[in-house]
């Protein structure tokens, strides 16, 4: 064999060993799109998509939190009602097995709250329309009437009927059907899906003008805390907005993430303090701000488990500095302000000497930068006794619609994005401020006392 052949089955032996490496990549090239493809297919089916967490953002099983309360804390029971409807007294007098007489009889009290049937109580209005040569048509009213449907329409609910709809489904987080079934089953009120959310939008048009109070009352307040997470308008695309204090609440579903909605909201003159965290639609803004201790405290935390950060000096004494923030702003009203601001300035001087401090390691670096970013609102909360240190507010203000948004997905059309919105800031603002809601919101329901 000569050499010229040699060279080419040298050549062939080569090239099958290249194309036997390229067929096993591309063989693990596949094996991976279609693990990619099926893990993709299991998550849009799965509970809540697409706004589940990924599991790589959930909490290690053995890092959660234990459930219920701290240890030590205060007993809880049933208070003793107000008052008594009815009161049942059954006498001891003798043995109810040998009728023989009885000794050391001890009274015993115990109070029973129970719910006696309900059944709707119907009204049959009859009122009157007609016409003044001077006034034109006029009309009777009644404090129960809530439209003039006539026809197909006469038979409607009362303002006590919607307004405990209206919380149902937009306090409590039931859906549509389920506020119906419970309607039916608890009060005998039928009621359709479709009907049920016709008039959730007649009142929320009814109520607008507290919703817009509202507003104006948040860009009054001395602090306010801001939040916002994924939302859904018959379809992706939309971002649910909170804005709280500690007595008013004010949701705001809309397509932007951006700066725009902070400004719209708290509007160009707000002079109080913006409490979040560090996204950078809320930097824009010229307000005085603080950002969330929490979050910062998180991002240690993450930063600690990069590599190449194996000496955490300087990330633990960041965790020092903001435990000792929130420890500070707890001893407001306990020292003199004497001292406390002494103390605030040390924390000042405290934060620039770890600004200041020259770092390496990956995780030092990217705290360190961080924080530069957001150096002038680190102490925020030791200025403005309104503003905490944390932004768990707006948090727990997010947390009922992140469980209805598990339910529903958000909102079908406009029209009930802002019927939501309405309704579900009235309600979480009553509940802040220990306001019977459904009394509160079917007071504004009658015609004859529609504002305006």
């Given amino acids: 064999m000569d050499d010229r052949i040699k060279a080419i089955i040298e050549e062939l032996r080569v090239e099958v060993k290249r194309l036997k490496k390229r067929i096993e990549s591309l063989e693990q090239e596949n094996r991976r799109l279609r693990e990619e493809l099926e893990k993709a297919q299991q998550q849009a089916a799965r509970q809540a998509a697409p706004f589940r967490r990924e599991e790589r953002k959930k909490i290690p099983p053995d890092e959660h939190k234990p459930p219920g309360r701290k240890p030590g804390h205060p007993g809880s029971y049933r208070k003793e009602p107000d008052h008594i409807d009815q009161t049942i007294e059954l006498p001891l007098n003798n043995c109810p097995k040998c009728s023989g007489p009885l000794t050391d009889i001890e009274r015993m009290e115990q109070i029973i709250e129970e719910i006696p049937p309900v059944r709707p109580h119907v009204v049959k209005l009859i009122t009157y329309r007609g016409r003044c040569p001077c006034c034109g048509v006029v009309e009777t009213h009644h404090p129960l009437q809530t439209s003039y449907g006539q026809g197909a329409a006469k038979v409607q609910l009362g303002p006590r009927a919607l307004a405990l709809a209206a919380c149902l489904n937009k306090v409590h987080?039931?859906?549509?059907?389920?506020?119906?079934?419970?309607?039916?089953?608890?009060?005998?009120?039928?009621?359709?899906?479709?009907?049920?959310?016709?008039?959730?939008?007649?009142?929320?048009n009814r109520v607008q003008w507290v919703y817009e109070g509202l507003v104006e009352t948040i860009r009054g307040s001395p602090a306010v805390f801001a939040d916002e997470t994924s939302w859904w308008v018959g379809g992706p695309?939309?971002?649910?907005?909170?804005?709280?204090?500690?007595?008013?609440?004010?949701?705001?579903?809309?397509?932007?993430?951006?700066?725009?909605?902070?400004?719209?909201?708290l509007g160009d003159d707000f002079g109080g303090m913006l409490v979040s965290d560090c996204l950078s639609s809320y930097d824009p803004a010229e307000y005085a701000k603080h950002k969330c201790?929490?979050?910062?405290?998180?991002?240690?935390?993450?930063?600690?488990?990069?590599?190449?950060?194996?000496?955490?000096?300087?990330?633990?004494?960041?965790?020092?500095?903001?435990?000792?923030?929130?420890?500070?702003?707890?001893?407001?009203?306990?020292?003199?302000?004497?001292?406390?601001?002494?103390?605030?300035?040390?924390?000042?001087?405290?934060?620039?000497?770890?600004?200041?401090?020259?770092?390496?390691?990956?995780?030092?670096?990217?705290?360190?930068?961080?924080?530069?970013?957001?150096?002038?609102?680190?102490?925020?909360?030791?200025y403005e006794p309104a503003a905490e240190p944390t932004n768990n507010r707006a948090e727990?203000?997010?947390?009922?619609?992140?469980?209805?948004?598990?339910?529903?997905?958000?909102?079908?059309?406009?029209?009930?994005?802002?019927?939501?919105?309405?309704?579900s800031s009235i309600g979480a603002t009553c509940q802040q401020q220990m306001v019977d809601f459904v009394e509160y919101l079917s007071s504004y329901l009658p015609l004859t006392d529609t504002p305006g």
Avoid at 300 to 323: E, P, V
Avoid at 404 to 417: D, L
Wanted: positive net charge; contains cysteine; charged residues 25%.
């Fill in 173 to 204: 987080g039931l859906t549509m059907r389920k506020t119906c079934r419970v309607l039916q089953d608890l009060c005998g009120l039928r009621i359709t899906a479709g009907g049920l959310s016709q008039a959730l939008c007649r009142i929320a």
């Fill in 237 to 265: 695309g939309y971002w649910l907005w909170v804005f709280t204090t500690a007595e008013q609440t004010v949701y705001h579903v809309d397509h932007s993430r951006g700066s725009k909605v902070v400004r719209d909201i």
């Fill in 293 to 382: 201790v929490a979050h910062h405290l998180r991002a240690i935390s993450k930063a600690m488990k990069l590599a190449g950060t194996t000496d955490h000096t300087y990330l633990l004494a960041w965790r020092s500095f903001f435990h000792a923030i929130i420890a500070l702003y707890n001893l407001r009203g306990v020292i003199s302000k004497q001292d406390f601001m002494a103390k605030r300035q040390a924390m000042e001087l405290w934060r620039e000497s770890l600004l200041e401090r020259p770092v390496g390691q990956s995780g030092d670096v990217s705290v360190r930068n961080r924080l530069l970013k957001q150096r002038p609102h680190l102490l925020g909360c030791l």
């Fill in 396 to 423: 727990r203000a997010l947390r009922p619609a992140v469980i209805a948004r598990k339910v529903s997905c958000g909102n079908k059309t406009e029209r009930g994005r802002d019927c939501w919105q309405i309704l």
